[in-house]
Protein backbone atom coordinates (compact mmCIF):
# COMPACT_ATOMS: atom_id res chain seq x y z
CA UNK A 1 0.00 0.00 0.00
CA UNK A 2 1.43 3.36 -1.16
CA UNK A 3 1.25 6.21 1.58
CA UNK A 4 -0.53 9.39 0.73
CA UNK A 5 1.64 12.46 0.40
CA UNK A 6 2.00 14.80 3.30
CA UNK A 7 0.01 17.88 3.19
CA UNK A 8 1.09 20.82 2.03
CA UNK A 9 0.36 24.01 3.72
CA UNK A 10 -1.69 25.73 1.44
CA UNK A 11 -0.49 29.50 1.42
CA UNK A 12 -4.12 30.83 0.65
CA UNK A 13 -5.97 29.12 3.66
CA UNK A 14 -2.87 30.71 5.47
CA UNK A 15 -1.62 27.43 6.58
CA UNK A 16 0.93 26.82 9.33
CA UNK A 17 0.54 24.02 11.31
CA UNK A 18 1.56 23.66 14.88
CA UNK A 19 4.05 20.42 16.09
CA UNK A 20 5.79 22.02 19.13
CA UNK A 21 5.16 19.32 21.84
CA UNK A 22 6.06 21.57 24.71
CA UNK A 23 3.67 24.56 22.81
CA UNK A 24 0.75 22.60 22.34
CA UNK A 25 0.77 21.18 25.87
CA UNK A 26 0.72 25.19 27.20
CA UNK A 27 -2.22 25.73 25.06
CA UNK A 28 -3.86 22.69 26.54
CA UNK A 29 -2.70 24.09 30.11
CA UNK A 30 -3.97 26.92 29.35
CA UNK A 31 -7.56 25.91 27.87
CA UNK A 32 -7.75 23.56 30.74
CA UNK A 33 -10.84 21.63 29.05
CA UNK A 34 -13.24 19.36 31.00
CA UNK A 35 -14.76 16.72 30.33
CA UNK A 36 -18.59 17.17 28.81
CA UNK A 37 -17.55 21.23 28.11
CA UNK A 38 -18.36 22.22 24.60
CA UNK A 39 -15.18 22.61 22.33
CA UNK A 40 -15.39 24.05 18.63
CA UNK A 41 -11.84 24.48 17.18
CA UNK A 42 -11.49 26.84 14.23
CA UNK A 43 -8.55 25.72 11.29
CA UNK A 44 -7.74 22.05 13.26
CA UNK A 45 -5.33 21.63 10.62
CA UNK A 46 -3.47 18.21 11.27
CA UNK A 47 -4.80 17.76 14.86
CA UNK A 48 -2.02 18.73 16.92
CA UNK A 49 -4.45 19.68 19.68
CA UNK A 50 -7.28 18.19 18.25
CA UNK A 51 -5.80 15.33 19.44
CA UNK A 52 -5.43 16.68 22.82
CA UNK A 53 -8.27 18.40 23.71
CA UNK A 54 -10.54 15.46 22.41
CA UNK A 55 -8.98 13.07 24.16
CA UNK A 56 -10.09 15.23 27.66
CA UNK A 57 -13.24 16.73 26.31
CA UNK A 58 -14.56 13.44 24.86
CA UNK A 59 -16.35 14.76 21.80
CA UNK A 60 -16.00 18.42 20.15
CA UNK A 61 -16.72 20.13 16.89
CA UNK A 62 -13.85 21.38 14.18
CA UNK A 63 -14.66 24.05 11.88
CA UNK A 64 -12.13 22.88 8.91
CA UNK A 65 -11.92 24.43 5.05
CA UNK A 66 -9.82 22.81 3.37
CA UNK A 67 -11.21 19.35 2.01
CA UNK A 68 -8.16 17.59 1.68
CA UNK A 69 -7.29 17.71 5.60
CA UNK A 70 -10.60 16.21 6.87
CA UNK A 71 -10.65 12.64 6.05
CA UNK A 72 -7.20 12.68 7.88
CA UNK A 73 -8.37 14.14 10.43
CA UNK A 74 -11.05 12.27 11.22
CA UNK A 75 -8.80 8.95 10.86
CA UNK A 76 -6.24 10.35 13.54
CA UNK A 77 -9.44 11.54 15.87
CA UNK A 78 -11.41 8.07 15.25
CA UNK A 79 -10.42 6.22 18.55
CA UNK A 80 -10.07 9.22 20.60
CA UNK A 81 -13.85 10.37 20.80
CA UNK A 82 -16.79 11.95 18.87
CA UNK A 83 -15.35 14.81 16.59
CA UNK A 84 -17.92 16.30 14.19
CA UNK A 85 -16.25 18.12 11.68
CA UNK A 86 -17.61 20.73 9.51
CA UNK A 87 -16.02 21.51 6.06
CA UNK A 88 -17.01 25.57 6.37
CA UNK A 89 -15.72 28.82 6.00
CA UNK A 90 -15.09 30.24 9.54
CA UNK A 91 -16.36 33.54 8.64
CA UNK A 92 -19.07 32.73 7.53
CA UNK A 93 -20.38 29.68 9.80
CA UNK A 94 -23.13 30.61 12.67
CA UNK A 95 -21.34 29.06 15.69
CA UNK A 96 -24.18 29.95 17.75
CA UNK A 97 -25.94 26.54 16.58
CA UNK A 98 -23.07 24.43 18.56
CA UNK A 99 -24.61 25.80 21.64
CA UNK A 100 -26.53 24.28 24.02
CA UNK A 101 -28.73 25.07 26.92
CA UNK A 102 -25.87 24.69 29.61
CA UNK A 103 -22.87 24.12 27.32
CA UNK A 104 -21.93 27.26 26.07
CA UNK A 105 -18.96 27.57 23.37
CA UNK A 106 -15.23 27.16 23.98
CA UNK A 107 -13.74 28.47 21.01
CA UNK A 108 -10.42 27.30 20.15
CA UNK A 109 -7.94 27.88 17.15
CA UNK A 110 -4.79 28.53 15.52
CA UNK A 111 -5.80 31.58 13.47
CA UNK A 112 -5.00 32.59 9.74
CA UNK A 113 -3.56 35.89 10.07
CA UNK A 114 -5.32 37.42 7.04
CA UNK A 115 -8.96 36.76 8.80
CA UNK A 116 -8.01 36.99 11.90
CA UNK A 117 -9.45 40.16 12.85
CA UNK A 118 -13.00 39.93 11.06
CA UNK A 119 -13.54 36.38 12.40
CA UNK A 120 -13.23 37.88 16.17
CA UNK A 121 -15.89 40.57 15.44
CA UNK A 122 -17.87 37.55 13.49
CA UNK A 123 -17.27 35.60 16.95
CA UNK A 124 -18.68 38.47 19.50
CA UNK A 125 -21.21 39.35 17.13
CA UNK A 126 -22.64 35.51 19.04
CA UNK A 127 -20.86 36.53 22.16
CA UNK A 128 -23.92 35.08 23.66
CA UNK A 129 -23.46 31.82 22.93
CA UNK A 130 -19.80 31.67 23.76
CA UNK A 131 -17.70 31.42 27.52
CA UNK A 132 -14.35 32.08 26.31
CA UNK A 133 -12.10 31.96 22.98
CA UNK A 134 -8.42 30.90 23.08
CA UNK A 135 -6.52 31.74 19.85
CA UNK A 136 -2.66 31.99 18.29
CA UNK A 137 -2.47 34.95 16.54
CA UNK A 138 0.35 37.24 15.22
CA UNK A 139 1.76 39.13 18.31
CA UNK A 140 1.47 42.10 16.91
CA UNK A 141 -2.33 41.79 16.57
CA UNK A 142 -2.75 40.37 19.82
CA UNK A 143 -0.42 43.52 21.28
CA UNK A 144 -3.05 45.71 19.90
CA UNK A 145 -5.34 43.62 21.31
CA UNK A 146 -4.54 43.90 25.03
CA UNK A 147 -3.10 47.30 24.98
CA UNK A 148 -3.68 50.01 27.49
CA UNK A 149 -4.46 53.59 27.02
CA UNK A 150 -1.57 56.04 26.30
CA UNK A 151 0.91 53.24 24.50
CA UNK A 152 1.57 53.20 20.52
CA UNK A 153 -0.34 49.99 20.05
CA UNK A 154 -3.43 50.86 21.66
CA UNK A 155 -5.76 51.44 18.91
CA UNK A 156 -9.45 50.74 17.21
CA UNK A 157 -9.52 47.21 17.73
CA UNK A 158 -8.21 47.62 21.17
CA UNK A 159 -11.22 49.61 21.81
CA UNK A 160 -13.40 47.67 19.82
CA UNK A 161 -12.39 44.46 21.60
CA UNK A 162 -12.14 45.46 24.85
CA UNK A 163 -15.45 47.34 24.90
CA UNK A 164 -17.00 44.06 24.31
CA UNK A 165 -14.86 41.32 26.00
CA UNK A 166 -11.56 40.66 28.74
CA UNK A 167 -8.50 40.01 26.74
CA UNK A 168 -5.43 39.10 28.12
CA UNK A 169 -2.47 38.18 26.24
CA UNK A 170 -0.62 34.42 27.63
CA UNK A 171 2.25 33.82 26.28
CA UNK A 172 4.88 34.53 22.98
CA UNK A 173 4.99 31.02 20.43
CA UNK A 174 8.43 31.70 18.12
CA UNK A 175 7.95 30.68 13.89
CA UNK A 176 10.01 27.47 14.83
CA UNK A 177 6.92 26.03 16.78
CA UNK A 178 5.29 25.83 13.10
CA UNK A 179 5.60 24.05 10.10
CA UNK A 180 5.71 26.17 7.86
CA UNK A 181 7.87 28.65 9.95
CA UNK A 182 5.50 32.22 9.41
CA UNK A 183 7.78 35.01 8.58
CA UNK A 184 6.30 36.54 12.26
CA UNK A 185 6.48 35.92 15.66
CA UNK A 186 2.85 34.38 17.45
CA UNK A 187 0.94 34.83 20.83
CA UNK A 188 -1.40 32.94 22.44
CA UNK A 189 -4.51 34.79 23.61
CA UNK A 190 -7.70 34.63 25.80
CA UNK A 191 -10.57 36.53 25.43
CA UNK A 192 -13.76 36.35 28.11
CA UNK A 193 -16.92 38.21 26.41
CA UNK A 194 -18.15 40.52 28.87
CA UNK A 195 -21.88 39.10 30.27
CA UNK A 196 -23.67 41.64 30.72
CA UNK A 197 -21.26 43.36 28.51
CA UNK A 198 -18.92 45.33 30.94
CA UNK A 199 -19.88 49.14 28.93
CA UNK A 200 -23.29 49.93 27.61
CA UNK A 201 -22.89 50.73 24.17
CA UNK A 202 -26.52 52.25 23.17
CA UNK A 203 -25.41 52.19 19.40
CA UNK A 204 -22.90 50.02 18.28
CA UNK A 205 -22.50 51.32 14.87
CA UNK A 206 -22.31 54.67 15.98
CA UNK A 207 -19.49 53.73 18.32
CA UNK A 208 -17.84 51.70 15.71
CA UNK A 209 -18.05 54.90 13.83
CA UNK A 210 -16.73 57.32 16.51
CA UNK A 211 -13.63 55.08 17.65
CA UNK A 212 -12.76 54.46 13.74
CA UNK A 213 -12.98 58.47 13.20
CA UNK A 214 -10.78 58.94 16.38
CA UNK A 215 -7.87 56.95 15.25
CA UNK A 216 -8.13 57.60 11.68
CA UNK A 217 -5.48 60.03 12.26
CA UNK A 218 -3.44 58.90 15.22
CA UNK A 219 -1.84 62.56 15.26
CA UNK A 220 -4.78 64.96 15.52
CA UNK A 221 -6.76 66.16 18.68
CA UNK A 222 -10.44 65.11 18.78
CA UNK A 223 -11.35 68.35 18.14
CA UNK A 224 -10.01 67.75 14.77
CA UNK A 225 -10.20 64.16 14.17
CA UNK A 226 -14.15 63.82 15.18
CA UNK A 227 -15.31 66.93 13.68
CA UNK A 228 -17.56 66.14 11.50
CA UNK A 229 -19.31 63.80 14.11
CA UNK A 230 -18.93 65.93 17.15
CA UNK A 231 -18.58 69.52 18.18
CA UNK A 232 -16.09 70.28 20.95
CA UNK A 233 -18.26 71.22 23.33
CA UNK A 234 -20.56 68.00 23.31
CA UNK A 235 -16.96 66.33 23.65
CA UNK A 236 -16.51 68.84 26.88
CA UNK A 237 -19.44 67.33 28.31
CA UNK A 238 -18.38 64.21 28.36
CA UNK A 239 -15.84 65.75 30.43
CA UNK A 240 -12.85 65.39 27.85
CA UNK A 241 -10.25 67.30 26.87
CA UNK A 242 -10.80 67.89 22.96
CA UNK A 243 -7.55 68.58 23.14
CA UNK A 244 -6.59 65.06 23.98
CA UNK A 245 -5.60 62.41 20.95
CA UNK A 246 -8.09 59.25 20.89
CA UNK A 247 -4.96 57.16 22.20
CA UNK A 248 -5.21 58.49 25.39
CA UNK A 249 -8.97 57.78 25.94
CA UNK A 250 -9.87 55.28 27.69
CA UNK A 251 -12.88 52.42 26.58
CA UNK A 252 -15.18 54.29 28.96
CA UNK A 253 -14.82 57.29 27.77
CA UNK A 254 -15.42 56.14 24.29
CA UNK A 255 -18.63 54.62 25.29
CA UNK A 256 -19.16 57.70 27.68
CA UNK A 257 -18.80 60.01 24.27
CA UNK A 258 -20.90 57.74 21.46
CA UNK A 259 -23.95 57.37 24.19
CA UNK A 260 -23.73 60.99 24.82
CA UNK A 261 -23.81 61.96 21.12
CA UNK A 262 -26.75 59.10 21.09
CA UNK A 263 -28.71 60.47 23.21
CA UNK A 264 -28.49 64.10 21.95
Known amino acids: MVNPAPHRARKRFGQNFLHDPGIIQRIVQAIAPQPGENLVEIGPGQG ?3 TELLTLVGQMHAIELDRDLITPLAQRCASLGKLQIHNSDALKFDFSQLAEAGRPLRV ?9 TPLLFHLLDQSDQILDMHFM ?27 RAEVN ?25 SKPSAYRVDDWPLFSKLVSQAFSQRR ?9 ILPADTIRAADIDPGSRAEQLSVAEFVKL ?7
Open 169 to 193: SLFNIGPGAFNPPPKVESAFVRLRP
Open 220 to 228: KTLRNSLSK
Open 48 to 50: AIT
Open 108 to 116: VGNLPYNIS
Open 258 to 264: ANLHHSG
Open 137 to 163: LQKEVVDRMAAAPGSKTYGRLSVMLQA
